[in-house]
């Protein structure tokens, strides 16, 4: 259950803070907007971690893919808020020591609620859960992707957790 907790809270870290790369050239033209209901069609994120205490390290590596995806986040504009509606599951496999398991977690949301700012190719979020950046890979009429590239370093009663982690998330504009 610990691992679990420490999972969903690595997953809010996604969400929520994150360090930005460069952008490709598909962002699309300045006029296409992030305004609007966009709906959450893949997410996949991929990653270690390293655990070390007294001189002995500890490798996983580990991939999370998203299924059973009814969310949809909505963009509205002045005021910046952003909402989340609905849930995802999510298959989690880790190899740690040349052993393989896969754990499936469900009910998660996309991104708390909250405000939200754009700056070129950047995202910004402000919720509950804190400040969040991602990065914007694509933007068109329909598609939005948007990637996260973040370390996280924990110390605690004498073990160093180092994570790597990095996430793509694609939404598709939701037209009624």
Known sequence: MKKISILLGVFMLV???????????????????????????????????I????????STSFVGEAF????????????????????FSLRLTSNTLGQTSTQTI???????DGNWER??????TFTDMGEGVMNIDKLTESILVLSVSQEEDLSQ?????????????TLERVTD
């Not at 969400?15 to 033209?29: R, Y």
């Not at 469900?106 to 708390?112: C, P, W």
């Not at 009663?157 to 998330?169: E, L, P, W």
Request: proline letters at 1%.
């Open 15 to 49: 969400f929520t803070s994150c360090n930005i790369e460069s952008l490709d050239d598909d962002i699309g033209s300045s006029s296409n907007s992030i305004v609007g209901k966009w709906r959450m069609i893949d997410y996949t994120y991929t990653g270690e971690t």
């Open 51 to 58: 655990t070390s205490a007294q001189g002995q390290e500890l």
């Open 68 to 87: 059973d995806m009814t969310n949809t986040i909505t963009f509205s504009e002045d005021p910046n808020v952003i909402t989340s509606e609905g849930s």
């Open 106 to 112: 469900t009910g998660l949301e996309a991104i708390n």
């Open 119 to 124: 700056d070129g190719d950047e995202l910004f």
């Open 157 to 169: 009663a004498g073990f160093r957790i180092i994570s790597n982690i990095d996430a793509i998330v």
